[in-house]
């Protein structure tokens, strides 16, 4: 019983840190907003009708 309890708290210690590095990434770093540009072929846009 020791053994599982040792593994059922080595993961529940890794969750944790992955839910805290999470965390830390949602409260520290700010996206940067920028335009995009997007080419559409003409065949798309205006396609030829036979």
């Known amino acids: ?3 599982l ?3 059922l708290f080595f993961c529940a210690t890794i969750a944790a840190m ?3 590095t999470m965390y ?3 409260l520290f770093v700010e996206p940067k907003e920028r ?3 997007v ?4 065949e798309r ?3 030829t009708q036979e």
């Not at 080419?39 to 003409?42: A, K, L, V």
């Open 18 to 20: 992955i839910y805290g």
């Open 24 to 26: 830390a990434l949602v």
């Open 5 to 7: 309890f040792r593994f």
């Open 35 to 37: 335009e995009i540009t």
């Open 45 to 47: 846009v205006n396609p």
């Open 39 to 42: 080419r559409i072929p003409s």
């Open 1 to 3: 019983m020791p053994t």
